[in-house]
C-alpha cells in the first residue's frame, strides 16, 4: 500500500522527460479576476542537443575572445579550485586502507564521489578557466569557424599556466598546513602516477578527458545549478573511480607528493607523467568531444 501512493505521489510531484526540454518561450496566459493576462514563460531546463551544442560554440567563442592576462588569472583560479577537489580526494577516499584491502571497488566509488566533482564545480560555476575544458569548448569553437587558431593556442597556453601555478600554490599550502600528515596518500599516489609508462599515461589521459570534457559539455546544457551538477558528479567520479589521469589534478597531486618527499622527481613528474597525461588530455577534448560533436552538429556535419 505505502509503495502505491509513493508511486502515485511520485506521478503529481516529478517532472517527465518531456517537461525538461519542453519549449516555453510561449506566453502563458492565465485568469484573473475574469481578465486574461499574458505572463512570459520560463525557460527550458535543458537545452535539446543541437541547441546545447550551439550553446556550447557560444561559450567557446567568449572564452577565446578573453585577454591572456583574464585567462591566465582565471587559470589560477582554476587550478585551486581542482587542487581543493584532490585535496578531499586524498583526504578521504584516499585515507581508506582498510576499505581499499576488503573492498576496492567501493573504495574507488568513495575516492571519485568526494572530491574533484566538487573542485569542477567550483570552476564551472565561478566562470574560472580549466585548460582541460578548453581543449573541446574553444575548439569546438576554432572547427565551427567562430575563433582563430591564434585564440586557440592562447586560451590552451594561458590556462595550462595559470592550472599549473594555482595547482603548486595550493599544494604548498596544503604542505605547509600539514591536515595530510606525510602527505598522506598523495607520496604512494606520485609514485604509482609517474611510474607508469609513457603509452599507458597518454591513454589515460584520453579517457579521462573524454568524460571530464563530456561534464563540461553536457553542464552548458543545463540552466541551473542543480542541472549542471548531475554530468558533473557522475562524469567526474567516473574518470576518478576507473583511475583515468588528469594533468591538472595531477599538477596538484604530485607536486605535494614530492613536498612531502615522496620518491619522485620533478624531472620524472614533468617528463613521465604530465607530458603524456597533457597530450592525452588534448586529444581526449580536441577529438573525442569537440571534434566528434562538430562532425555531428557543426559544419562539418554538412560536409
Sequence with gaps: ??????????????????ALYQDRSSPVVTLRGGSVTAQAAPPPLLALPAAGFEGAVAAGVKKAEM????????????????GFGAFLMLSVGGACPGLAASNPGLQKIVLGAFGLPFGLMMTLLSGAELFTGNTALVTMAALEGKATGNQLAKSWISSYAGNFVGSLLLALLVFLGKTLVGGGASVPVSVAKTSLGFGTALVRGILCNWLVCMAVYLASFAKDAAGKMVPIFFCISAFVALGLEHSVANMFIIPLGIFSVAAVSWKAFLLSNLLP????????????VATAFCMTYGKMSEE
Design 277 to 288: 597525461v597533457t597530450l592525452g588530455n588534448i586529444i581526449g577534448g580536441a577529438v573525442c
Design 1 to 18: 500500500m505505502l509503495a502505491i501512493i509513493a508511486c502515485g505521489v511520485a506521478s503529481f510531484t516529478m517532472p517527465n522527460a518531456a
Design 67 to 82: 585577454s591572456a592576462g583574464k585567462i591566465f588569472k582565471l587559470g589560477v583560479l582554476s587550478g585551486c579550485h581542482i
